[in-house]
């Protein structure tokens, strides 16, 4: 059975204008992956596929929660994501280059699988810097003993008399 099954859209059976799909993705989705950053989630991506007669107009609509770890106290959390993207294909020769936006298929396809753009959308939406969001009394939410413990770290490697010798020969490699 193709895991990838009910992410195919047969447009050659569609009329002309506007269908929407909707579909939940969850953890079980991020397994079909092999290197997947994202383990759990819970996202909701409504898709309006609009199609013309030369083209398919995708427009992605994603909205829902990633678990993934606070790059500062490395506890998990919810980080609530939402965005739009779209996707046009187009139908013609083979000589044309895809790029991020525009894919371009041969007028004998059939069938288009979404999941690997979903995938990519989703991972997309996550930011580069991943830190617990404030409270309502402007307080952090990270976890307090994680935080204290990293900070005892620090102040610990900042006051030693005996550095480690690792940590110098990389000064000195970074000096030169």
């Known amino acids: ?46 898709l309006d596929l609009t199609k013309e007669s030369r083209m398919l107009i995708l427009d992605f609509n994603t909205k829902g929660t990633v678990c993934v770890p606070c790059d500062l106290c490395t506890e998990y959390f919810h980080l609530p994501i939402q965005g739009k993207n779209r996707l046009i294909i187009q139908f013609g ?39 617990h969001s404030m409270g309502t009394s402007g307080d952090n939410k990270c976890d307090k003993k994680t935080l204290g413990v990293l900070n005892k770290l620090r102040h610990a490697s900042k006051s030693s008399e005996n550095p ?9 490699l970074s000096k030169t």
């Open 164 to 172: 480690d010798p690792r940590w110098e020969a990389l000064r000195k």
């Open 1 to 46: 059975m193709n895991p990838f099954k009910e992410y195919t859209i047969s447009f050659t059976g569609l009329k002309a204008g506007l269908s929407h799909y909707d579909y939940l993705i969850e953890h079980s989705f991020f397994r079909l992956f092999e290197h997947s950053a994202i383990k759990e989630a819970r996202i909701w991506v409504n």
């Open 93 to 131: 020769n083979e000589s044309y280059e895809n790029t991020d936006e525009i894919i371009v298929l041969t007028k004998d396809t059939s069938e288009v699988n979404i999941a690997q753009y979903i995938y990519e959308y989703i991972h997309l939406l996550v930011p580069h810097k991943i830190i």
